[in-house]
């Protein structure tokens, strides 16, 4: 928590980008604009099974029913 504090009074916050992982390996990621609430890094961790079809921004697909651990990072720009 000390750290996202600082992150966010030293840098500008450019967004958020949530990661997908499928068996413990990276396998893509979405950049949203807004924080939902959840704790950054690995401490955000959630796993479930996907309810539907995800297009990843590397163009790549998860499938409906796959098991997968999502993790929320924050983009910083440049420095306040």
């Known amino acids: 928590m000390k750290n996202e504090l600082i992150m966010k009074n030293q840098f500008e916050v450019i967004g958020y980008s949530i990661e997908y992982y499928i068996k413990g390996k990276y396998y893509g990621s979405i950049k949203v604009n807004k ?8 401490k955000g961790r959630q796993t479930f099974t996907t309810p ?29």
Not at 35 to 42: I, K, M, N, P, V
Not at 60 to 74: A, D, F, L, P, Y
């Open 35 to 42: 924080d939902f609430g959840r704790a950054l890094g690995y």
């Open 52 to 80: 539907a079809d995800i297009v990843l921004d590397n163009k790549k697909r998860i499938k409906k029913g796959t098991e997968i651990v999502t993790m929320m990072i924050q983009l910083c720009g440049k420095r306040k």
